[in-house]
């Protein structure tokens, strides 16, 4: 017990193991319809479901959320540009990035000159399906391949198909509160509104989900909120239902785009020096390559939370972020561009920053007058030079949490200064607790 509590949240996971399930649950996620609204957002959300205990809500259309409305809700049965033999030159069963997102439903006949004006594709990679969405916009298109595009003949007639229902529904959000010892929270958010699209973000959702299951079976201090929800409405909705509570968010992480095999970065909170900025900041400079950027008001969602309005201490967890890669919403962005090591490095390193945050406290030393005498309580051992790394790491943190022990520096004061992992240092400080040579401040 001593050994699984000072280890903390990270005990018992094996990275490796780890990411390759998230590589799993993110193949069953990837073909699944998401959408902004819809049966495709529902269905990922009951695969996440399978893994942790999910609160779902569904928003009526109509609702005002700050300064938005809730939108129709939108589901596709099918969608085709078939040829004058009949034959279906574009699928949505091929791609589900192929139907412009909340197209109108649509069955029409026209040449291939009108319907080049509604399609979309990208000439300087004439093999790749683009991602588009028109949410705001009263229309319908189709997203293409160059060659697709180039095949079809201005003068030829192609019918057009889209079978799909926009109509009065629900916007769905789904969230995990997962108890700790305090209502204090750490919220842990990610997007579920892209569709066919792996770093970005079935990544973030395969993640957050694998470290859902994790955390269900570990003891936590804070109590940690796991919230699935389309891009930028879903937050807003959350937010605008929990107004009165939102003081108990002490820190959180907006994780996202964590498949790749970038290195990994942390955007700051809008405050820039809150604990999970810290906490990030410290956890990153043990992995080398890592980059840590100031708060900037565009990117995902935590530019909600961290509207001034909010102003929560929410940073965002990536590897490489949106528009930063070449495969960057389009077909290229497939299975192919996520691995399970890069997937279990992201799962270990967002559970480090929670360990930080769950086990940071700051204790005052009951033996302040010198140094106590720690042979006595079993706690000294000669560190000769070949005792192992651990034992010396150890036996260092002890002397550093007894020293910093006055009540002005945290354990992550301790780790940051003697440049240990938080891990041995909060391993140092229970078995000080335990020699009742510390008591926590209050
Ligand atoms: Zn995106």
């Known amino acids: 017990m001593q050994e699984a509590r000072s280890r903390g949240l990270s005990a018992g996971l094996d990275p490796v193991a780890a990411g390759a399930e998230i590589l799993d649950l993110a193949r069953r996620l990837m073909p699944l319809p998401r959408s902004l609204t819809g049966d495709g957002v529902r269905e990922t959300l009951r695969v996440v479901g399978e893994l942790v205990p999910l609160a779902v809500t569904e928003v009526p259309t109509g609702t005002p959320i700050f300064d938005w409305t809730t939108p129709r809700e939108w589901n596709v049965a099918d969608a085709w540009i078939a040829d004058s033999t009949g034959r279906r030159i574009v699928d949505r069963r091929d791609s589900n990035l192929h139907l412009l997102g909340y197209s109108h439903p649509v069955r029409t006949t026209l040449t291939g000159a009108e319907l080049d004006k509604r399609l979309y594709s990208l000439p300087e990679f004439p093999d790749r399906i683009p991602y588009r969405t028109a949410y705001w916009a009263d229309t319908w298109g189709f997203c293409v391949t160059e060659e697709q595009r180039r095949a079809i003949r201005p003068e030829d007639e192609y ?50 989900a694998v470290l859902g299951k994790h955390l269900v079976e570990r003891r936590l201090r804070r109590s940690h909120r796991l919230l699935f929800s389309p891009g930028t409405l879903g937050p807003l909705a959350w937010l605008s239902r929990n107004l009165e509570h939102l003081d108990r968010i002490r820190a959180g992480l907006v994780v996202a785009c964590v498949g790749d095999p970038g290195p990994l970065r942390y955007k700051r909170s ?12 410290y956890v990153l400079r043990g992995r080398p390559g890592s980059m840590v950027e100031d708060f900037v008001p565009w990117g995902g969602d935590e530019r909600q939370f961290c509207s001034p309005g909010f102003d929560l201490p929410v940073g965002a967890l990536t590897r490489t972020p949106h528009g930063l890669f070449p495969e960057y919403h389009s077909s290229a962005d497939d299975l192919d561009l996520i691995d399970a090591e890069s997937l279990g490095d992201s799962l270990a390193a967002t559970l480090e920053i929670l360990d930080v945050l769950d086990g940071d406290r700051t204790y005052v030393s009951r033996n302040p007058y010198g140094e106590p005498q720690l042979g ?19 036996q260092r943190a002890l002397l550093w949490v007894l020293n910093l022990a006055d ?36």
């Open 159 to 208: 019918e057009v198909c889209v079978d799909a229902r926009l109509e009065d529904g629900h916007l769905t959000y789904a969230e995990a509160l997962l108890p700790g010892e305090s209502e204090d929270e750490v919220l842990l958010s990610t997007y579920v509104c892209h569709p066919a699209l792996a770093n970005d973000n079935v990544s973030g959702i395969a993640l957050l």
């Open 270 to 281: 809008r405050a820039g020096d809150t604990a999970v900025d810290r906490a990030a900041a």
């Open 376 to 394: 006595r309580r079993g706690l000294y051992r000669e560190v000769s030079s070949g005792a192992p790394r651990e034992e010396e790491s150890f």
């Open 407 to 442: 009540g002005g520096h945290s354990l992550l004061d301790v780790a940051e200064r003697a440049d240990l992992p938080f891990a041995v240092v909060a391993s140092a400080a229970s078995a000080l607790l335990d020699a009742d040579l510390l008591e926590e401040q209050s």
